[in-house]
């Protein structure tokens, strides 16, 4: 893995599929070079809204190996690699690792509720100890709201504590940011890195010692987020900051993951990319519709990001 730490507007890059389910490894490169051209630092490939967790480690590792193959530097990419399964989340790991990836994102084991601190530390350490290379950067993700299993201050110290220059950060999808400061307050100057879950604390995640946002609505508005990240200590600063903000208030007044695959397929002319795998549904007519109403009112649209 790369030497250079992670830092800036990075997107859990959606993933497109083909009418009959499979994924569509040209629109996913094209979709990750198009971010990385406008304002994305890097992609947290196969994050929540990327639909992750209905890929299976076979797919997840071929559109990665796509990826690279295709001019998506892997200094750029930070693979979710966290799983129920500890042998899974070791294949991918490893895979990224191999791969010289910016790091990955690791979910914890999600499916047992009310496990232990002792529980999650031994399956982290686990996944380190058998991936056993020394490139290896975790970034620990934080997303109670979905998995329903969260990441003490305790247990982020006790594995900085055993694997100092291995686990490097956490993704704070809490969106909470009471939790996200406490975070900061308790680790930022221990060289661990602490991104936003979402833009709309891009700008205090900044002033307290962050690092910069992994967020699902850098997949539509990359540049405008980047503005932020950018000039966070100008005057303007905090102007930029309620536009992003109402942005992203727009965008999740729908399900997440079939909007953004809305405002893509919309602004693409590509009705294919609101294809979604079940149990997830796209957006009805009326939805997308209203969404697009929406965006218009706020003068928004993915074009105005390039």
């Not at 799983?83 to 790991?93: F, G, I, M, Y």
């Not at 294809?275 to 997308?288: D, G």
Request: hydrophobic share 45%.
């Amino acid at each position: 893995m790369t030497s250079k730490r992670p830092g800036g507007v990075w997107a859990p890059a959606i993933t497109p599929f083909r009418h009959d389910l499979s994924p569509d490894p040209e629109r996913f490169a094209c979709h990750a070079r198009w971010l990385l051209a406008n304002g994305c630092s890097g992609l947290a490939a196969f994050g929540t809204n990327s639909e992750a967790n209905s890929l299976s480690v076979e797919e997840r590792m071929a559109l990665l190996e796509f990826l690279v193959a295709h001019s998506v530097p892997p200094g750029c990419l930070m693979p979710g690699t966290g799983c129920c399964a500890l042998t899974d989340s070791v294949r991918l790991t490893a895979h990224a690792a191999a791969l010289g990836c910016a790091g990955v994102l690791m979910l914890p084991p999600f499916y047992y509720k009310g496990v232990s601190d002792e529980g999650l530390f031994r399956n982290f350490c686990e996944v380190i100890e058998r991936v056993g290379d020394t490139r290896l950067r975790v970034y620990l993700y934080h997303i109670p709201p979905v998995a329903q299993v969260p990441i003490s201050l305790a247990l982020i110290e006790r594995l900085l504590h055993r694997y100092p220059q291995t686990v490097a950060g956490l993704k704070d999808s809490s969106g909470d940011w009471n939790n996200t400061k406490s975070v900061l307050d308790a680790f930022s100057g221990a060289g661990f890195d602490v991104f936003a879950g979402s833009e709309v604390f891009l700008l205090s995640n900044m002033r307290h010692g962050g690092v910069g946002c992994i967020s699902a609505t850098a997949n539509v508005n990359p540049a405008a987020i980047h503005r932020v990240f950018q000039n966070w200590r100008d005057p303007d600063a905090d102007r930029m900051q309620e536009q992003i903000t109402a942005t992203r208030a727009v965008v999740q007044k729908y399900p997440m993951i079939p909007a953004l695959k809305a405002i893509v397929a919309r602004a693409l002319a590509d009705p294919e990319w609101d294809t979604v795998r079940p149990p997830l549904v796209e957006l009805s007519a009326a939805q997308r519709e209203a969404l697009a109403a929406d965006l218009d009112s706020h003068g928004f649209t993915l074009a105005a990001q390039i």
